[in-house]
Every structure is written in C-alpha cells, then in structure tokens.
C-alpha cells in the first residue's frame, strides 16, 4: 500500500495498491498548500528535495508512506531570512512572476554567502552569484518571464558554515528620459 500525506498541505491523492515486482504508476494528483510550491513527494516528512514527481514510476516493494515536499513562494519586494541549521545546508525559494521583468535577490550582513538561480520546471541552472553584492554578500539580477517558476538556492559560499542569511528579493524597475523635442536627456536609470 502507497500511502500519501500532504505534511502540512491538504488534497493528498488517496492510497494505492501495488502487486509485488511490478511498477506503479504515482497518483497524477497534486496536494496545495497556502505560500508553498508542491516539489513532489519523498520517504521523509523533513525531506527537502522530492524523490519522486506526481506521476512517476515507484518500483518498491513494501508498504510506503510518501511525504509531500514544499518549497517556500516568494514575494516581491520582501525581506526573507533563510535558516540553515545543517553543515552544506540550503534552502530553496520558488518565485512565479505575475509580469515579465527584472529582478533582483541580494543578501545583506558580514557572512559569505551564494545563490543560484533555476528554471523550475526544467532544473536548468540559469544563473549564480556568490560576491556581485557588497563585501562577501551576493546580489543576482535576471529578467524574469512571467507565468515560469523559477527557484533561488540559497546556501553559504562555505561548505561549513551555519546560521541564518538574511536577503531581500526585489523588482528592478527602469526609469527612461525623453528630451521630448529637445536634445541630451539623460541615460536611463534602474531603481
């Protein structure tokens, strides 16, 4: 028997039954949750990373419990602080643009600190900063298209460092002169 709970979320798909040696097919339905991103489902209620997607293909033989993975949604224009509490540790931001745009997540604070940016549906590594902010800070600016998802990982540049890194995850907006008839306007500005 599969088992599906929604560790925190509601919706979870009702159980399976799978036959010994053979393959079963992961229920297609997906739970929700209330500023989370479902990332799909794992052995572990604290699991970070999904182990298998809705939809997937489960081949083992024993009773299962499978434990919905979220990932936290941001917002723009938001300060967030990222606990990490184990040695090589991350945490992963999910973001889907309501505008096509650009925008920027920059940490703040003395610690060294990474981030790198994914096209969510793909894995496709877009983008990284470690120190484009001041001092040992990063700071990651990408035009972002609206309706894709997109997850931020954001961990310390060193693999033994813990604690807590704080960042702000913002929209760029840009301001464009026009002399209107004249002549020498100045250079656009971003803000």
Known sequence: TITYNANGGSGAPSSQTKDYGSSLTLSSTTPTRS????????????ATSATYSAG???????????????????????????????VGGYKDY????????????????SSDTYVTLYNNSSGTQLSYDDDGGSGRNFRL????????TYKYRVKYDSSSS??????????????????????GAPSSQTK
């Not at 500023?35 to 604290?46: C, H, I, L, P, Q």
């Not at 600016?141 to 894709?148: I, Q, R, S, V």
């Open 35 to 46: 500023g989370y991103v479902f990332n799909g489902w794992a052995t572990s209620s604290t």
């Open 56 to 86: 997937s293909t489960f081949s083992t033989n024993a009773d299962t419990t499978l434990y919905a993975v979220w990932g936290i949604t941001m917002s723009a224009n938001t300060s967030y602080s990222a606990s990490i509490s184990s």
């Open 94 to 109: 999910y973001y889907t643009p309501q505008t096509s745009g650009t925008y920027v997540i920059y940490s703040t604070g």
């Open 141 to 148: 600016a990408y035009n972002l298209t609206a309706g894709t």
């Open 162 to 183: 813990t604690g807590t890194i704080y960042f702000n995850f913002v929209r760029v907006y840009t301001i464009t002169y026009n002399a209107n008839g004249g002549s």
